[in-house]
């Protein structure tokens, strides 16, 4: 009897890129619905606007290079890149901000760089610095949380807001906006005022801004169980998220009037989705085991410098794509030592 | 070497794999020969070990007997080939063997009488082999054709001729990939054949202690060998049960686990004071030893999906497969491919007409939803699995990448020939890549280079001969014009010291004439630019190590 002929190891693989990046959506949920709660439907449209920018992309410039296009767009990567650059945009973001975002990520940020495997930088972070940069009115156009706003809109209102920039009569801007709570203590540190003196407006919950921190809480219950399941390697959050808190400590016990808490660092912004969901990025993140620890460090130190001392009020994307680069070079300098040999290299 | 008694240590990665061991363990095992008549053809492959191939010592019409030698060994890396069972033999020509390319090879074929008739030029008994020294056993092990049966097949008296002391003797009973189960039937079956064959190996490599390793799912196992050796710590001989982990079988993961030390990569176990056996070679050993039997026969496990009823059997060595098959109730509908060896590891038959041969520890005959369906690979997307799993600690990423790029140098710089091809990083690949095939692909690459390199090597040692050659004539021509010259010149004056100095200055040129070729004359001329650029590279890097080293 004759047989085909194929080389080991012929056990099937247990995993797939799709099932990773579906684990990793399945990950985003809780937070993404905290957000949703938080921020009003804004953030859904966003995210429907941003997946479907994703998947129309994708598919072209599939097209245009010539992949099958089918196997690629089923991998789900390009709606995970959607999805985590939707999340670091305003809830009432144009429509127009999210299909430059968007596009600017996949083609640029990721096919331009040969696709999927290839791209050097964090295609959402990328987008989502380009779009900072070119339009920081829009990006920083932030909503207060449900507890804080004076208003909320509804699913209607918010369509047309996005689509067409107009508010509903009679409600202004600044009814329902808000400057994020790392804005706001940057700017309130900006007058002189202490940190318990900032403290005392209600935008503050127990570690960082009222519902901010309940996000923060629900992307890092996602985490752990990225974690747990394996998809991601704990070394890269453990190792950012430690270096923010040291150094942040460090900061506060030293000068506690103009520092804030470090736990109100973790827990503000994107640190806690950036270590999980952003920073472990396999394509973009040193692969070594050594080289994630430096890779994840200092992207903590970074966020931290550039929130302290740089312009920007949040510095999860920069920090991330400043790493980005730094990583052939951690890489080939921490090759781990090969079974049977002194040292690498030997 | 210092041994800590009962520790156990860990490698980097591996993998949990389902054993489905159960699925051949639930038959007893068959003895040889089959219970059907004998097979129609028993097929003898010349080559079933790793080193030099074997002399025939037959022609088609002779009769043989079983156990009878009928391929000697010349070369020291060499085992020979007896007779598995009496009959005539039909053919010495090339047939279909089990091996990964799937070419042919030349065996010698034999028509069974149906008799198994033994010869009565079996080597004697030795059952006292206390009193043995080393080369004897050494000599028994390499008469009966003994090889290693953990699937290496190298011949077993060159491993028993250490040229270091050896401290610890490791019996490798690990076996570590899925549905094999040989060793474990042959541990339950054979506990006693076992141990003596280990004495018999420490009496010749004077051994100070010795290790039996099991794997923990194999408790059967361990309780015939330690009922055998009547404890688990008896007479310098310790049996232990090794975690099961894919793939601690393998010799240099095992030899970390028991000892906590690495072999050196480019050493071998016996630089650190190590030996390690197959329990199946340890059995084969003892029978070769004390009972004067050749290796004429092995259990090989039968299993998979794709077999009606899985099992282990005794077979003798050049039957067919495909009458193994028939001896398990045949194919079952939804048999795909044919492994010899595991699902890991072990390389797909074109077809099951190829003979049983000293290395084939299992068959498995892998429905369609044991193996994976050749799928799309996906770019690699860095995940980093692959350098978690790898129980070389390699960087299977960067392995890869460099592989696909042919850059050969690169790969080497990430430790190309450390892989063990264990296809642990490939299991665990969310990107579907075919990893091995790329190292089995970029280390041919390599060994084809450095063939290349060696046959511009021997034309430039050549060029060099000649050079050399040419200069000595016109050496010799000058001294014996110098000699004249002299001649005539004590003739006149009687002064010799020209003739002399005639010879220093041709010795002179020929050193530096030698100086320069050896930098410039390289026969590359017949390669690529880019081949050369490459040869130069490694060369290179090769010189910069040595001065390092
Ligand atoms: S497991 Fe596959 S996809 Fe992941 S890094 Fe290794 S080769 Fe790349
Ligand atoms: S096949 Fe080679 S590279 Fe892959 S896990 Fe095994 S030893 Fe490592």
Redesign the interface.
């Known amino acids: 009897?004759?047989?085909?002929?194929?080389?080991?190891?012929?056990?099937?693989?247990?995993?797939?890129?799709a099932?990773?990046m579906r684990q990793v959506i399945y990950a985003l949920v809780p937070g993404t619905v905290a957000m949703i709660w938080y921020f009003g439907w804004g953030v859904l449209i966003n995210l429907v606007i941003g997946v479907t920018v994703a998947l129309v992309t994708e598919a072209i410039m599939l097209y245009l290079r010539k992949r099958?296009i089918a196997?690629?767009l089923s991998?789900f990567s390009a709606v995970v890149t959607a999805w985590l650059l939707v999340l670091a945009l305003p809830p009432l973001a144009p429509w127009w901000l999210i299909t430059i975002g968007v596009a600017f990520s996949l083609v640029i940020a990721k096919h331009l760089y040969g696709?999927?495997?290839?791209n050097p930088f964090n295609p959402a972070m990328a987008g989502y610095v380009v779009l900072l940069i070119s339009f920081p009115v829009e990006m920083t156009t932030w909503l207060a949380p449900r507890m804080l706003a004076e208003t909320q809109l509804g699913f209607l209102e918010t369509l047309t807001a996005v689509f067409t920039g107009q508010l509903p009569a009679g409600i202004s801007w600044d009814a329902i906006t808000a400057a994020t709570p790392l804005d706001s203590m940057r700017t309130q540190l900006g007058l002189n005022q202490t940190i318990d003196e900032i403290r005392t407006s209600p935008l503050w919950g127990d570690f960082g801004g009222k519902g901010w921190e309940w996000i923060g809480n629900w992307f890092l219950l996602g985490g752990l169980w990225l974690l747990y399941k394996r998809v991601i390697?704990w070394r890269i959050p453990v190792s950012m998220l430690t270096a923010l808190f040291i150094i942040a400590s460090v900061l506060y016990l030293s000068d506690p009037d103009t520092h804030p808490l470090p736990a109100f660092h973790i827990f503000s912004g994107g640190a806690i989705l950036g270590a999980f969901f952003i920073a472990t990025d396999?394509?973009s993140?040193s692969?070594?085991?050594f080289g994630?620890i430096i890779y994840g460090a200092s992207i903590g130190l970074l966020v931290f410098i550039i929130r302290t001392w740089g312009g920007y009020p949040d510095g999860v994307a920069f920090a991330v794509l400043l790493m980005n680069m730094a990583v052939p070079a951690i890489?080939h300098f921490t090759?781990?030592?090969?079974?049977?040999?002194k040292s690498y290299?030997? | 070497m210092e041994l800590h008694p009962h520790k156990l240590w860990h490698f980097h990665g591996g993998l949990h794999l389902p054993a489905h061991k159960e699925l051949s363990t639930q038959l007893p095992l068959l003895p040889a020969p089959l219970p059907a008549p004998l097979p129609a053809r028993i097929v003898l492959p010349l080559q079933q070990h790793i080193g030099e191939p074997t002399q025939v010592l037959v022609k088609p019409g002779d009769q043989v007997l079983k156990g009878q030698l009928i391929a000697e060994a010349k070369d020291y890396v060499c085992a020979p080939i007896h007779a598995s069972t009496s009959g005539t033999v039909i053919e010495v020509s090339e047939q279909r063997v089990p091996h990964p390319s799937g070419q042919r090879a030349p065996c010698i074929v034999i028509e069974p009488d149906g008799d198994d008739r033994w010869t009565d030029e079996l080597p004697a008994a030795l059952p006292d082999y206390h009193e043995l020294d080393g080369a004897t056993i050494r000599q028994r092990a390499r008469a009966c054709g003994i090889v290693g049966l953990g699937g290496a097949a190298f011949p077993t008296a060159v491993k028993l001729n250490p040229q270091h002391p050896i401290d610890t003797l490791i019996l490798n009973g690990a076996e570590c990939e899925p549905y094999i189960s040989c060793d474990d039937t042959l541990m339950r079956t054979h506990a006693h054949d076992i141990l003596e064959g280990l004495r018999i190996i420490r009496q010749a490599t004077l051994a100070n202690t010795c290790i039996i390793a099991v794997e923990a799912d194999m408790p059967d196992a361990l309780i015939s060998l330690r009922n055998a050796l009547g404890g688990d710590e008896v007479d310098g001989i310790r049996i232990t049960s090794v975690p099961t982990i894919y793939p601690t079988g393998g010799e240099r993961q095992l030899i970390k686990v028991l000892t906590g030390h690495e072999v050196p990569s480019d050493g071998l176990p016996l630089d650190i004071g190590v030996l390690c056996h197959n329990v199946g070679t340890a059995q084969a050993v003892y029978q070769a030893v004390a009972q004067g039997k050749p290796m004429l026969s092995r259990i090989v496990t039968v299993t998979g999906g794709g077999v009606k009823q899985p099992r282990n059997l005794e077979v003798l060595l050049g039957t067919p497969m495909a009458e193994l098959i028939a001896a398990c109730g045949g194919y079952t509908d939804s048999v795909e491919r044919l492994i010899m060896g595991g699902p890991m590891m072990g390389f797909a038959l074109e077809s099951d007409e190829v003979p049983v041969i000293k290395s084939t520890n299992c068959i498995l005959a892998a429905a369609k939803n044991e193996i994976a369906k050749p799928a799309p690979a996906m770019p690699c997307i860095r995940c980093g699995e692959c350098a978690r799993v790898c129980p070389a600690r390699l960087l299977p990423q960067e392995l890869y990448w460099h592989s696909m790029a042919r850059d050969l140098d690169k790969t080497q710089d990430y430790n190309l020939f450390d892989c063990i091809e264990c296809g642990c990083c490939a299991y665990v690949c969310p990107s579907n890549i075919p990893l091995v095939q790329y190292y089995r692909f970029a280390k041919t690459e390599v060994w084809a280079q450095e063939r290349d390199k060696q046959a511009s090597d021997i034309a430039r040692r050549r060029h060099e001969f000649r050079l050399e050659r040419l200069e000595r004539i016109k050496q010799e021509r000058a001294e014996k014009h110098a000699r004249k010259k002299a001649a005539l010149k004590q003739n006149k004056d009687a002064s010799g010291d020209t003739g002399k100095a005639a010879i220093q200055a041709a010795l002179e040129r020929v050193r530096a004439k030698k100086a320069a070729t050896q930098v410039q004359a390289k026969n590359i001329d017949n390669l690529t630019e880019a081949q050369r650029r490459k040869i130069e590279a490694v060369e290179k890097r090769r010189q910069e190590k040595q001065q390092t080293k």
């Open positions: 009897m004759h047989f085909n002929t194929l080389t080991s190891p012929h056990l099937a693989p247990t995993s797939s890129v099932g990773v099958p196997l690629f991998d696709g999927l495997g290839y390697n396999p394509v993140a692969t070594t085991p994630r890489d090759k781990p030592r090969s079974f049977g040999h290299g030997d």
